[in-house]
């Protein structure tokens, strides 16, 4: 996909060179667009790979009593139907702890920093409950991007204010002040014939925010 783009943008660059030179006939302005060609075409280039980063996820159980106090104490003050499992992350950047429970059939994660700051919670919906308008926008970009993918996961992210966020989710889901909503999309797709998962995170009114490339080595199967 990447050798396509660069493609184009070279077929465009001559394109626009043979036209300048037509019209004007002046070599050192020619040389002055070749150059501010070339720097919006590597503009264009560095966008389109920041859009392949990878995701490295490194994911693993862990005991209640090596997990921050301030988060099992959070987790503690909510109710949930399910035994609560506790995990660590790590990734190429961070490390996280998260603990994972049912709710209502509802599947919870709770994310906070290695020192037990909150983070946000993610709960995993189906496609249709994404609003209409936001999914539409969603499937819009995907469909533009890939010409084939599969959604494989979908999870809404709330984030802001641990007691608000608490107090949404337990209380009033009519009220969702001071949180931010987001849409995080998990799709399996083809590049270069083979097969990735990619990680698509979107507004609530479902614009892109960004994408990465899933890198992942799990130690263990993850349930609820």
Known sequence: MEREFANTLLIHKNDCETSFKTYNGNRGVSILLKKNILAISVIFLLSFQGFSQSKYEKEFRIKAKDVPSSALAFVDSMTFDSKVKWYKEIGLNDVTIEA????????????????????????????????????????????????????????????????????FLRENRNNPNGITINFEVVISTKLDGNYIMLEYLFSETGEYVESNQIISKRKDTIDY
Do not use: C, M, T, W
């Open 100 to 167: 994972k429970a049912k709710f209502k059939n509802e599947r919870h994660s709770i994310e906070f920093s290695e020192n037990g700051i909150f983070q946000d919670v993610e709960i995993v919906v189906k496609p249709n409950q994404i609003p209409f308008d936001a999914f539409s926008k969603i499937s819009g970009i995907l469909s533009q991007r890939h010409k084939k993918h599969k959604i494989e996961k979908v999870q809404v992210q709330y984030s802001g204010d641990r007691n608000l966020v608490l107090r």
